[in-house]
């Protein structure tokens, strides 16, 4: 039966407030409605290449991952020991030997740092690579990358079929844009990513906004015939190519609810138990299998945000639920050892799947979090176990992370800090200098400029330069 959405008569006023995805009736409105007119010459951007964006929110302890430093005093040091990687010179925390076998496929940058170390101003400054005017909160003033790069990638075209072009995943109840400072600013609800909130371990889980009914799909491929019988009367009223966008918009939320590979990218449980068990069985290691399932299937930039590995489960005392790892949160050594194998795990899966799948080459890797962690241990009473334990604070000043793949030179490490990780020695590197890397890989010019709300020219970068020491040779 032919569904009537449209009795009688459309007025220009009444065909106006029916477009967008409201024609469609679906949630989706806010994420892929179009907030403007087009300009005119957009640049292009290259349409072959992805970055997986694994976020650490909390603050991964620097000197028990990726820059130990065991000859410094005990109260810096720590209790863990270094152990020996597959690269020559290059050592990690004993508490990561999977990756310690896989250390060629990545780099290890050990001298970022900036100047916020708050949760909110570090996660604003280090997602826009802009410094925020409010060093507290999570509320962007200026747009997340996640929303740059959305913009950047839709402005020549649609999702790649029905693909979201950004996806941003995260425990359920923490999965809100603003929560880990991801908001669109003035680029506006249009340029945001599509969410996944939930944990994928979970034998309930469920992506919301994939799929419909065959009713409802029947339903909506009446209203897009409507829409194409509308064709003459819209070229003759749009004068600002704003109609033309929305119907770009449109078309890509109906190929995202109706298409069988978007569901399938989604979808982990078609991957063989084996490759699961791999990753693991956890929240880490399923949104990192996820994620890989989303670059192979065509989607550009992912974010996934690892903070409890085990969510909905009994969390020891002595632990945290992210990775803040303060003295009152928990026994910062006992969380290592409760965290760090499930962290090992989905890196070093994940790193290993994007080589044997050839993704390598196209596929950009980032792992980090807002900020490193205090060099020297502090102790406290646990807010939980009311036990006496250490625990390191924030610190903005020095933090490490990896980088693999994205067709770059790895087996890499790139800057280092003073004898007790305080502050870089060398190579003294940004946010920024990530951000401009990245957005070079994707093909973005970040020296465009977008609005602000006050009509004010906004470059997408202010300042950074790419780390040339991961560009492919011939590049440098």
């Not at 999965?175 to 340029?191: E, I, T």
């Not at 060099?375 to 903005?396: E, F, L, M, Y």
């Not at 977008?450 to 950074?464: A, C, T």
Request: aromatic share 8%; charged share 20%.
């Amino acid at each position: 039966m032919k569904s009537n959405f449209c009795p009688g008569p459309i007025s220009r006023r009444s065909f106006l407030q029916f477009g967008g995805l409201s024609m469609l009736g679906m949630n989706l409105a806010d994420s892929l409605r179009v907030q403007a007119a087009q300009p005119a010459g957009l640049p292009q951007v290259s349409a072959d290449t992805s970055v997986i964006f694994i976020w650490l929110p909390g603050g991964p302890p620097h000197m028990e991952t990726y820059d130990m430093k065991p000859d410094a005093p005990v109260e810096y040091r720590g209790i863990f020991r270094p152990i020996k990687t597959n690269v020559s010179g290059m050592e990690i925390c004993e508490l990561l030997p999977l990756q310690a076998k896989i250390a060629d496929k990545f780099n290890i940058i050990r001298s970022v740092s900036h100047d916020f170390s708050d949760h909110g101003g570090g996660h604003k400054r280090f997602l826009t690579g802009r410094i925020p005017a409010t060093p507290v909160g999570t509320v962007n003033d200026a747009p997340a990358v996640t929303s740059v790069i959305f913009k950047c990638l839709t402005e020549n075209g649609g999702f790649k079929e029905g693909m979201p072009p950004v996806v941003f995943g995260a425990d359920a109840g923490r999965s809100g844009l603003d929560v880990f400072a991801n908001g669109p600013a003035y680029l506006g609800g249009a340029n945001t990513p599509f969410i996944v909130a939930g944990d994928p371990s979970d034998k309930s889980f469920k992506v919301q906004n994939l799929g419909i009914s065959r009713e409802m799909e029947t339903r909506l491929e009446d209203r897009m015939a409507l829409r194409r019988g509308l064709d003459n009367f819209r070229r003759d009223m749009d004068q600002s190519g704003v109609l033309q966008a929305m119907d770009s918009f449109n078309q890509n939320a109906y190929q995202m609810l109706t298409s069988e590979k978007v569901r399938n990218a989604f979808d982990i449980s078609q991957e063989p138990p084996r490759v699961r068990e791999r990753y693991g069985m956890h929240a880490y290691g399923q949104r990192g299998l996820m994620a890989r399932r989303l670059v192979e299937a065509g989607c550009r930039f992912v974010e996934m945000v690892w903070e409890n590995p085990f969510p909905g489960k009994p969390q020891p005392a002595d632990c945290v639920y992210n990775w803040d790892s303060h003295a009152v949160n928990c026994n910062i050594f006992n969380d290592a050892r409760w965290r760090f194998p499930a962290y090992d795990q989905a890196v070093s899966a994940l790193i290993e799947d994007l080589y044997a799948r050839g993704l390598d080459r196209r596929t950009l890797l980032v792992v980090t979090g807002e900020f490193g962690r205090t060099p020297k241990i502090s102790t406290a009473v646990g807010t939980a176990n009311k036990i006496t334990q250490p625990g390191r604070d924030h610190w903005s000043k020095a933090m490490s992370m990896i980088v693999s793949g994205g067709g770059m030179r790895t087996g890499q490490i790139i800057g280092a800090t003073n004898s007790r990780g305080e502050y870089p020695v060398e190579r003294p590197l940004t946010p920024n200098d990530l951000w401009a890397t990245v957005y070079q890989h994707l093909g973005i010019d970040s020296s465009r400029s977008f609005l602000d709300h006050q009509g004010r020219p906004m470059p997408i970068l202010p300042f950074g330069d790419t780390i040339d020491e991961l560009l492919p040779a011939k590049t440098v």
